[in-house]
């Protein structure tokens, strides 16, 4: 079953704009991760967010967790047309014993009109 | 290219046939998840490997489904008699463990099943 709730399911913005993503979970983590998909391709990592971080950044992106309303948000600064694609949050889970089995969210389709 | 690999790209079966997919990981990645993904919607956990183990498999690994990696190395995904509702695709992702691992994963491609 997917733990998160992505918001929103679809985004639609023109180039140069900001996108911003939120993504809420349900149990405790020990990271929650964004991914990017390109349409009918595997999945890419993009960053990596531990429980004990509150803010992290790279490059364009910059992602936000707050551990008491088990929710996150990704920030896409300067989107650009190749931003274009899936984007999903996936969560950790806190004392697992799969390290790395990760539970992902239903996702937002973000789409960067040039 | 020494990313996860995966194979065949696309497969279209008919109902009750057996398909294979085969997954080439990360060649110093110990671990090795295959993970299905339905359309519109996020990929879920299917079964994992440390090495040649499989250390855990998820409740929607019908018995229809096996999923082994004999050497530690590949890893092959099993369907027989596939049903309709078996369309999807099925990612493969490996990931280092070694100290200090922060659980990324690095997806295959993944390969499409159509069931006619």
């Known amino acids: 079953s997917q733990q998160g709730e992505e918001d929103p399911q679809a985004l639609s913005i023109q180039e140069g704009e900001n996108a911003t993503m939120n993504c809420s979970y349900k149990t405790s983590i020990n990271n929650l991760q964004w991914y990017r998909q390109n349409s009918g391709r595997g999945l890419v990592h993009l960053i990596l967010i531990r429980s004990n971080e509150r803010e992290k950044h790279s490059g364009r992106l910059r992602v936000t967790l707050d551990t008491s309303k088990k929710s996150s948000s990704l920030l896409i600064t300067a989107s650009r047309a190749a931003d274009t694609a899936s984007y999903f949050c996936?969560?950790?889970?806190?004392?697992?014993?799969?390290?790395?089995?990760?539970?992902f969210g239903q996702g937002t389709i973000l789409t960067v009109h040039p | 290219d020494t990313g996860v690999s995966q194979d065949p790209r696309h497969k279209i079966t008919k109902r009750g046939q057996n398909v294979t997919f085969r997954c080439d990981p990360i060649s110093e990645h110990n671990r090795l998840y295959w993970y299905r993904q339905t359309l519109g919607q996020g990929p879920e956990f299917l079964t994992y490997f440390q090495n040649e183990a499989q250390l855990e498999k998820s409740r929607l690994l019908s018995d229809r489904f096996s999923a082994e990696r004999p050497k530690g190395s590949f890893s092959t995904l099993e369907i027989q008699r596939t049903e309709q509702g078996d369309s999807a695709m099925y990612l493969c992702a490996s990931s280092p463990r070694m100290i200090g691992d922060t659980g990324e994963l690095f997806f295959g491609e993944g390969s499409r099943l159509t069931v006619l």
């Open positions: 996936a969560t950790d889970p806190a004392g697992g014993t799969s390290y790395g089995k990760l539970t």
